[in-house]
């Protein structure tokens, strides 16, 4: 067990339907912690940035469009294995996949519109959290 950061989108499907503090406590009942949050509106530039892994895929700009259409959450979360810890408390990407009980079997409305974001890997979840995050601005 290692103590981990990695990093949270509550996207603008889930703030739109007043989901922010829904999603927010089966974070927390999971025993992550939130250590960082802000509420933006990610600009055209910023989304297209932060998915520019996906910038080849056939849905990149209308995730671009989707990602820009309300506000989102960004969030640091911390705790032992925090990384594979909210992939499980978020479920697949495709709700319909999602086991019983995560975030995306519950909230989501889609593939697309699939209410939250999380890093894949040790390596994004630093890159991710540097991107919307300072040090100063995390407080663990
Ligand atoms: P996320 O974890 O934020 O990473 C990339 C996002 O692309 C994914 O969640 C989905 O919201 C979105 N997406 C849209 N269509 C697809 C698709 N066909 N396969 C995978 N991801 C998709």
Redesign the pocket.
């Known amino acids: 067990m290692t103590m981990q950061r990695t990093f949270s ?1 509550i ?1 603008p499907d889930a703030t739109r339907r007043n989901l922010t503090g829904a999603i927010n406590s089966k974070i927390e009942a999971s025993g992550l912690r939130i250590i960082a949050q802000k509420r933006i509106h990610m600009s055209d530039r910023e989304a297209r940035e932060f ?1 520019a892994v ?1 910038a080849d ?3 990149y700009n ?2 671009v469009s ?2 820009t259409s309300g506000p989102v959450v960004v969030q640091v979360l911390e705790g032992q294995n925090a990384i594979a810890a909210y992939r499980e408390v ?1 479920g697949s ?2 709700p319909s996949d999602a086991a019983d009980g995560t975030i995306r079997k519950e909230f989501a409305e889609g ?4 209410s ?3 890093s ?1 890997s040790i390596e994004n979840a630093a890159i991710e959290i540097a991107y919307f995050f300072t040090n100063e601005e995390i407080v663990g």
Do not use: C, S, W
């Open positions: 989108i996207k998915y996906h895929r056939p849905f209308d995730l989707f990602m978020m990407t495709n593939i697309e519109a699939n939250v974001h999380g894949d």
